[in-house]
């Protein structure tokens, strides 16, 4: 028997709200080892469901198992922060009070939010790739980058905030999130490009043309540069840096970085040393041709700064989330329009180098289609 895929797949991460309703009502689940004794073993005989039931010609490529399971979990996500914020109730009580109390805080309900809906969608539509024998290594790309960004923002937050002395042996049910996102970056990045659709003779042409020609590029390197400068101070601001316009700006317009949770604190050190250098890359690669590893790198950092944003910027208005430390009304048009501007500059640097890859191909020879059109 075989697993229709998008069916099978959606049915399968629907069972998330009987399952959970279930546990819920077992008066055993009261202790946090049989919490994450159990949560092991239903992620285990997921995965054994999803192999046997999907043994067939999806079996070639191991994603499809993964992205299947962590359909499931992405609903049982979307069920955490729809009971926290009161929308529905009786589902995932016994886990937040021993499981992970720590996704009863603003920022971890965002980020159950955002892998209920928007990793959801992105498992699903690989699937169906998967099936169909498409290519998906772009949705995968961005997949990445966003499920890396709020692992490495949760996981230390969780240790270094209020909550480290809340952390309990479920905590150890994020290992996976750890370690298959990487075995599953290693296969994405050595899956074939797609073939642009250029001859040699227009990449040559674009590659000659001169910055001012390129007023896109101009344009996109502008807004890495502001973009740079608004990381590194923001990363300034949660060191404590004593200038006053850190002081100003964190009781002013970003409180939330004062929240003793830490999510946002490590969020900013994060930005700091990880998305500041890629956008200085970034400029690079817009000012020099031919570098190939831009377009892949930008789809990554696009998902990481998409998934971050949502997060930060729902956290810092969400009522969970203590008064004093939450975005001053007066300030929210300022606030938005920052941050939502600083998540669009890196999608756009993703969609140019899609649309136009002739400036990020390798040089070829002139006269001869070193890069053929894609059949």
């Not at 490529?61 to 979307?78: A, E, N, R």
């Not at 001169?210 to 007023?215: A, D, K, W």
């Amino acid at each position: 028997m075989q697993l229709p895929a998008v069916p099978g797949a959606v049915g399968l991460s629907l069972a998330a709200f009987p399952v959970s309703y279930a546990l819920n009502c077992i008066a055993a689940l009261a202790h946090p080892v049989a919490i994450a004794v159990t949560g092991a073993l239903v992620l285990l005989v997921l995965f054994c469901m999803v192999y046997l039931l999907g043994e067939g010609s999806h079996s070639q490529d191991p994603l499809f198992y993964v992205f299947t399971v962590f359909s499931f979990t992405s609903v049982i996500d979307l069920i955490i922060s729809l009971e926290e914020d009161g929308y529905i109730s009786g589902f995932m009580e016994f886990y937040m009070k021993e499981g992970e109390p720590y996704l009863r805080t603003a920022y971890g309900i965002m980020i159950c939010y955002w892998d209920g809906i928007v990793h959801y969608l992105l498992y699903l539509a690989m699937i169906v790739a998967i099936t169909q024998r498409k290519n998906y290594r772009t949705l995968g790309l961005y997949w990445l980058g966003s499920l890396m960004m709020s692992i490495v923002v949760f996981l230390p937050g969780n240790m270094l905030g209020k909550y480290s002395s809340e952390i309990r042996p479920s905590f150890l049910l994020n290992v996976p999130y750890i370690l298959i996102p990487i075995w599953a970056g290693m296969r994405l990045f050595s899956q074939p490009k797609p073939l642009p659709c250029c001859t040699a003779e227009k990449v040559a042409a674009e590659q000659q043309r001169s910055l001012y020609q390129r007023p896109l590029d101009l344009g996109l390197i502008l807004f890495l540069l502001v973009a740079a400068t608004f990381t590194f101070f923001r990363g300034l601001v949660v060191l404590d840096c004593p200038s006053d316009s850190c002081f100003d700006y964190i009781y002013q317009y970003e409180p939330y970085l004062r929240d003793p949770v830490a999510y946002p604190k490590v969020q900013m050190l994060v930005y700091m040393f990880y998305v500041l250098p890629f956008f200085c890359l970034g400029i690079y690669g817009l000012l020099r041709p031919g570098c190939t590893w831009l377009p892949d790198w930008a789809l990554v950092f696009a998902g990481a700064v998409a998934q971050a944003q949502f997060s930060h910027m729902g956290s810092s208005l969400h009522h969970r989330t203590p008064y004093p430390y939450r975005t001053p009304e007066e300030v929210w048009w300022v606030f938005l329009l920052t941050n939502v501007l600083y998540a669009l500059g890196p999608h756009l640097l993703a969609y140019h180098c899609l649309r136009s890859p002739g400036f990020f191909q390798p040089a070829a020879p002139t006269g001869q289609d070193g890069i053929k059109k894609h059949q």
